[in-house]
């Protein structure tokens, strides 16, 4: 039997929803038109400074001390845009000045650039992200925010090729370089998100998709205690898993705990060590330094940074609740690759109320996360075995063709305008995973 009384509360939400939106766009359109004078004058503003500067574009960043992840990347790639465009100038601020942010990364960034008052790009920025698109369009000739109210910072990931230097990365691994002794040289370090960094931020949205529990970080550990010859092995954990890591890794003395309550991650890590990571945010910033990376649980697939050649990808696998049928490559992407989203950073509503899960990392087979940290480990060798093709505009670096079927596979997938993100692709696909379906 219809339910008429529950389609027509379905006809009316839409109607509410979209009367909500439409009014929205209203005051947005009200308020383009009331700062007019504003954006008229930074137009002119940057067109004279411009002139005076030999045609220099100009683009600001305001960095946030919030998240570790941004407070990484988003200086390391207008360090790049500089170092590969000298017809461009950056303004750059810090947005926070209550909050100390990491220490080591505000001091790669006092050593890169030159930080101004924050007040002034925060007004600039403003009337740029409001102003409406006829002056946007016209502002943009001269000047605009490398992260505006419409774009993220994925669009940026090809200026973060690993081969590339620039001064912020230069300055990072200077200070991370002090890290290498005899005792720390070729370590892993394993730095898995779990919710307890965040469980107290009102601030950062809970994203238990994203989190790894005792029992991942058990799983990870147990697989490197294997890898011959023994490697040292560093756990960057927390307080809540401390006890039980203890007792359990007590007895094994290549085995040590370093909580990040206590230790910054930025003095464990350095060019030698190999990173097995789930965490975007440390992911980020060993991206940013091109660090050998190995990437579990990272999802959504769109935004791989598949620009960091230093890396391998044991990418996390989708499946449907309950299914129980033999594991499908095809199918995997289908899922992946299932919301209209364009970005489909919001797991709850594009996965998981579709009936779509992630794979626990405890429950990815041993033998392909052993095969995955051989891999990663012996990362500079497999790099000079690669080839390249050029598909869709993307290019891609393959070393079998396994590899080259999932590339092409990714990038057919990929929505249109996300594309260009890819544009680059040199990120090595484990080859144990691919060789798990066959």
């Known amino acids: 039997m219809i339910d008429f009384y529950k389609i027509n509360k379905i006809i009316e939400f839409k109607k509410v929803k ?38 220099q574009r100009f683009i600001s960043l305001r960095i946030t001390k919030k998240y570790f992840g941004h407070q990484a990347i988003e200086p390391a790639i207008a360090s790049s845009i500089i170092e590969n465009n000298k017809n461009i100038s950056f303004l750059i601020s810090y947005k926070e000045k209550n909050i ?76 991370i370089g002090k890290n290498i002794s005899k005792e720390s040289k070729d370590n892993i370090v394993i730095a898995l998100r779990s919710k307890h960094f965040h469980q107290h931020s009102k601030k950062v949205k809970p994203q238990p998709s994203r989190d790894a529990d005792i029992n991942d970080l058990i799983h990870i550990i147990d697989v490197c205690e294997e890898i011959n010859p023994p490697q040292q092995i ?32 930025l003095d464990l890590i350095n060019g030698s060590n190999l990173l097995i990571s789930n965490s975007n945010g440390i992911g980020a910033a060993a991206f940013a330094m091109g660090l050998k990376t190995l990437y579990l649980q990272h999802s959504p697939w769109h935004i791989w940074c598949t620009s960091h050649s230093n890396s391998i990808m044991l990418p996390i696998e989708y499946k449907k609740t309950k299914e129980r049928n033999k594991r499908n490559l095809n199918n995997i992407f289908n899922l992946a690759f299932y919301p209209s989203d364009e970005i489909p950073i919001d797991f709850e509503l594009n996965f998981k109320n579709k009936n779509i899960q992630l794979q626990a990392i405890k429950n990815i087979d041993k033998d392909i996360i052993k095969g995955s940290i051989e891999e990663a480990i012996n990362l500079d060798y497999l790099n000079l075995r690669k080839k390249s093709e050029k598909y869709l505009e993307c290019l891609f670096h393959y070393e079998n ?38």
């Open 100 to 175: 100390s942010g990491n220490k080591k990364l505000n001091m790669i960034i006092k050593n890169t650039f030159d930080i101004q008052d924050d007040i002034y790009l925060f007004f600039i920025e403003h009337i740029y992200n409001y102003s409406h698109n006829f002056f946007i369009l016209k502002i943009k000739k001269f000047y605009y925010p490398l992260i505006s109210k419409r774009e993220r910072e994925f669009k940026y990931y090809p200026e973060l090729l690993s081969e590339k230097n620039f001064l912020w990365k230069k300055n990072a691994l200077n200070v």
């Open 401 to 438: 063709e396994l590899e080259r079927e999932f590339w092409i596979n990714y990038i057919n997938r990929l929505p249109p305008k996300i594309k260009y993100w890819h544009k680059n692709i040199k990120m090595n696909i484990s080859k144990s995973f691919l060789n798990s379906f066959y």
């Open 234 to 265: 560093i756990c960057y954990s927390n307080k809540s898993f401390e006890k039980k890591l203890l007792s359990k890794y007590i007895k094994n003395h290549n085995i040590s705990i370093a909580l990040q309550e206590e230790i910054d991650i």
């Open 18 to 55: 979209f009367l909500i939106r439409n009014f929205k766009k209203f005051l947005l359109f009200t308020y383009s038109i009331f700062i007019a004078p504003f954006s008229i004058f930074i137009f002119s503003y940057f067109k004279n400074r411009s002139q005076k500067n030999n045609n």
